[in-house]
Structures are given as structure tokens and as C-alpha cells.
């Protein structure tokens, strides 16, 4: 693993003066908070805190890490308390960022909630903040997409985006939490060698358990089957996503034409603001027990309608080969 630094820099609350909180609730009643992760090459996201050299407060890093455990090392923002501990994921929130929505909670009366990062972060927390109204995926943004965000913030553009993975309530549950991690080969030390920084690689590997099960096929396969109850698992699903308007969408009877089947997908504005909406199609193949593997739910095709005014209608086209439906062994 090559040196990471997996520190989370966030002033700790009681470092915000009476005069500063009473100027922001001055300004105004809502409160916007935004939570950051980053990761990138060379290393997974640290799945258990304790595995990562916890430094205090002001400590400055040498160049490289390699003098820390695993070659990662995290900063503390306090004195007074860790952010982390053993068995805590790097994407849960830090002790210093649970102060923060405690104190934004108590002292703001609408709170949005922004996540700044491309992994799913867990948000179980938000169900013990009435006061969170709305939450915000908000990916690496590039150059101008921080001033898209205004814009749905502020109510000036109306979001029309879909989430792209399933926000579980707790990743040790999941069926991949176990397969994290460097695992070595026992028998491949002769194609080791030593990398940047003196250390020492040997080849790993990474076992995959899901099949075709990855995502949302497997929460919906199992919530059919009955192995999970779905409310309990999952808090946000694939192809999830809010709007400031609502819609409503009528699917026109399937012609099959060949091997093509196509239809449309009427949607209307029946809301009071103009937005986008998006069309989700997904198959339930017939499954015979002991036979080919099938996900119960599978996305064939999707798509967005331009912005609509209230009351106003389009029809979304779709079609798709019956050969997309098939199952291989």
C-alpha cells in the first residue's frame, strides 16, 4: 500500500464562538452542511479505523507515511476526544462530524445535508435528525459543478438525478464487506518486489462471492426470495432520486415485433415547478430453481425527458432485443 492520509481536517464545534452562531442564525435558518471522502489508487478505503495510525492533533506527517502502519496514518481534530476507533469505517462519520450535525441540528431548524464523494457513504445517521430536509449526492464536481449545486440548493434548478448504487444501512451486512483488504498469495513470492519507499509487494488478490448479484440484484433478489427484509437493509435504492415537482408515469401495452419489443412511457408534470424526469425500465426473468442463475430485477434501458412545464407531457420511446433478456451459464 502505497502512503495515504486518510485525515479528515474539521474544526471541532466548540472552536465556533457565540458570536459566529449567532450571525449565521441571523442569516438564516438553514443550515448547509457538507461531508467530504476521497480516496484513490494504491489503496482501498479503510475498512476498520484501528488499522490505521491515529495521530494527535498538529501532528505534521513525513514525506511518504512509511513510518505508519500499513503506510496510512490519520490526524486527529481534537484533543479531547478520537474521531475514530477500532471497528469504525473510514465512511461513517468521524466523532468530529457527529459534534457538527448535533450542533447544526440544535441550533438551525432545516439542515441540508451535502456528501462530497464518489463512494457511498453510510447515512444511517440521518434518521436521528428531523431537522435534515434534504440530502445531496454530490460527487468530485469537476470545475463548474459546485455552481450547479448552488442552483439546487437555492431552488433555482430542479434536480433530476438518479442514484447510481444502493445506500445500505450497514456495510458489515453487505456481501462484500469481507472481501476488503490485501490478501496475498502464499505461493507467489517469487514475483514480489520492493516498491516506492523500501516496501515490500507480494501479489494479491481479490475474491469475488456476488456473481451476478452485484448491487442492486442482490438486494432485490433476496428481498424476493425473503432472505432480507428490504426497509431494514436498504435505505436508499438504485435509481433513487427526489424532485421539487412530482410526476406521474403511464406505460402504453408492449408491441413485439420480431425479436424487438417497444413501448411508451407517457410522462407528465402534475406539480407546480417545471423539471426532468427519468424513466427506468427493468425485466423479472423466469427463474426455475437449481437452473441458470437470475437476479429477480434487471435495468434494460432508461431515460430523461426534457424539462417540463406543469402539466405538460412527453412520451419517452422505448425499445430493446429480447437476446438482452437472456441468461448464460
Request: hydrophobic fraction near 30%.
Amino acid at each position: 500500500m502505497m502512503g495515504q492520509d486518510w485525515s479528515l481536517p474539521e474544526p471541532p464545534v466548540n472552536t465556533y464562538s457565540s458570536s459566529l452562531l449567532d450571525k449565521a442564525k441571523s442569516y438564516s435558518d438553514t443550515a448547509v452542511v457538507v461531508i467530504g471522502r476521497s480516496g484513490g489508487e494504491g489503496a482501498d478505503l479503510p475498512t476498520n479505523m484501528g488499522d490505521v495510525k491515529i495521530s494527535p492533533v498538529g501532528t505534521k506527517l513525513k514525506q511518504g507515511l512509511m513510518d505508519s502502519p500499513l503506510g496510512s496514518n490519520y490526524i486527529n481534530n481534537s484533543k479531547d476526544y478520537a474521531d475514530f476507533k477500532a471497528g469504525d469505517s473510514y465512511l461513517q462519520l468521524s466523532q468530529t462530524e457527529k459534534n457538527l450535525m448535533d450542533y447544526v441540528n440544535k441550533n438551525f431548524k432545516k439542515v441540508v445535508l451535502v456528501y462530497n464523494g464518489a463512494n457511498d457513504l453510510n447515512l444511517s445517521f440521518i434518521s436521528q435528525y428531523p431537522n435534515i430536509k434534504s440530502v445531496l449526492w454530490c460527487p468530485p464536481a469537476g470545475q463548474t459543478g459546485f455552481q450547479a449545486l448552488g442552483e439546487v440548493i437555492a431552488g433555482k434548478a430542479n434536480p433530476s438525478g438518479r442514484t447510481t448504487d444502493t445506500f445500505v444501512k450497514d456495510f458489515t451486512k453487505t456481501p462484500w464487506w469481507n472481501n476488503f483488504g490485501a490478501f496475498q498469495y502464499d505461493n507467489m513470492n517469487e514475483f514480489s518486489y520492493d516498491g516506492w519507499g523500501g516496501a515490500h509487494y507480494v501479489p494479491t488478490y481479490v475474491k469475488y462471492v456476488e456473481g451476478i448479484y452485484v448491487g442492486y440484484r442482490y438486494y432485490e433478489t433476496a428481498a424476493t426470495e425473503g432472505s432480507i427484509n428490504y426497509n431494514d437493509v436498504v435505505q436508499y435504492p438504485f435509481g433513487y432520486g427526489l424532485s421539487y415537482t412530482t410526476f406521474k408515469q403511464t406505460m402504453s401495452d408492449p408491441k413485439v415485433s420480431g425479436t424487438k419489443v417497444s413501448f411508451d412511457v407517457t410522462v407528465k408534470n402534475t406539480g407546480e415547478k417545471a423539471g426532468k424526469d427519468t424513466v427506468e425500465v427493468y425485466y423479472n426473468p423466469p427463474y426455475t430453481n437449481g437452473a441458470i442463475e437470475k437476479a429477480s430485477v434487471n435495468l434494460i434501458r432508461f431515460g430523461k425527458t426534457k424539462e417540463l412545464k406543469p402539466g405538460e407531457s412527453q412520451k419517452v420511446q422505448i425499445s430493446f432485443d429480447e437476446s438482452e433478456m437472456a441468461s448464460y451459464d
